[in-house]
C-alpha cells in the first residue's frame, strides 16, 4: 500500500482497530467509575460506624441532638465541597 492511500479494507481494519482502542478506555472508565463506588461506599459505612461509635460512647443507646455531627458536618464540606462541586461522576 502506498502511504496516504487507503483502500477500503485498510477502513475496515483501522476502524476495528480504532473501535478496539475506544472499547479499552471505555471499559477502563467503566472499571474505574465502579471501583470509585465501591471505595465511596465503604467509607461511608466506615465513617458511619465510627459516628455511632463516638455519639453513642460505649452505652446503648445516642444521645441525639450533639455537637458532633455539625461539626464533622462544618468539617467535611469545608473539605470536600469544591471537589464534590467539580466530580462529575
Do not use: P
Request: aromatic content about 12%; hydrophobic content about 40%; overall charge negative.
Amino acid at each position: 500500500m502506498e502511504k496516504g492511500i487507503f483502500t477500503m479494507q485498510d477502513m475496515k481494519n483501522g476502524d476495528n482497530f480504532f473501535g478496539h482502542v475506544v472499547q479499552l478506555f471505555r471499559d477502563a472508565k467503566r472499571k474505574m467509575s465502579m471501583a470509585v463506588n465501591m471505595a465511596m461506599v465503604y467509607s461511608y459505612y466506615e465513617a458511619g460506624r465510627l459516628i455511632i461509635d463516638e455519639e453513642q460512647n460505649g452505652s446503648e443507646r445516642a444521645a441525639y441532638g450533639k455537637y458532633i455531627l455539625q461539626e464533622l458536618s462544618r468539617r467535611l464540606t469545608a473539605e470536600f465541597c469544591s471537589d464534590l462541586l467539580m466530580w462529575d461522576g
